[in-house]
């Protein structure tokens, strides 16, 4: 919703070791991690190299786009986005709870709306729709 790359999201954890299990790499052109290195050792490095606790290998750029669209948006920008898409939403929930020939899949919860088109494959929908060049949506299968 804040329209940055997806890299740029953070990822919170409780426990940072985690992070170290998932992404440490033991290659000595990238990070240099002594061999045997206690998680202590392991914790104190990260600290200090964020390419340990990182799937783009320590890449800080992408932080500064957020802190771009920050500057420029505000929070009370941000917010306006926000509570605008929340109220799109809504209106084509309302929407397709309206039309015959739509089924409202689930109430949702945020921004996405999964609906069904009754009588209607999605995959084939979604092809049409693509190939047209209408619009591009995902669909999924329902059981």
């Known amino acids: 919703m804040m329209n940055v790359p997806i890299l740029a999201a953070p990822l919170l954890v409780k426990d940072p070791t985690v992070l170290l299990k998932s992404f440490n790499e033991e290659a000595d052109y990238l990070i240099y991690t002594p061999k045997n290195?206690?998680?202590?050792?392991?914790?104190?490095?990260?600290?200090?190299?964020?390419?340990?606790?990182?799937?783009?290998?320590?890449?800080?750029?992408?932080?500064?786009?957020?802190?771009t669209a920050l500057k420029y948006l505000g929070e009370e920008g941000y917010e306006k986005r926000v509570n605008h898409q929340f109220a799109l939403a809504e209106y084509a929930t309302q929407l397709i709870k309206k039309d015959k020939d739509l089924k409202?899949?689930?109430?949702?919860?945020?921004?996405?709306?999964?609906?069904?088109?009754?009588?209607?494959?999605?995959?084939?929908?979604?092809?049409?729709?693509?190939?047209?060049?209408?619009?591009?949506?995902?669909?999924?299968?329902?059981k």
């Not at 914790?43 to 750029?61: H, K, V, W």
């Not at 009754?118 to 092809?127: R, S, V």
């Open 37 to 67: 290195a206690s998680m202590v050792d392991l914790l104190q490095l990260a600290r200090l190299n964020p390419a340990s606790r990182s799937i783009q290998c320590g890449r800080r750029n992408d932080a500064f786009k957020v802190w």
């Open 104 to 142: 409202l899949m689930v109430t949702p919860e945020c921004i996405n709306v999964c609906f069904q088109v009754k009588g209607k494959p999605a995959q084939k929908l979604c092809n049409k729709l693509d190939a047209e060049g209408i619009i591009k949506v995902s669909c999924g299968h329902w």
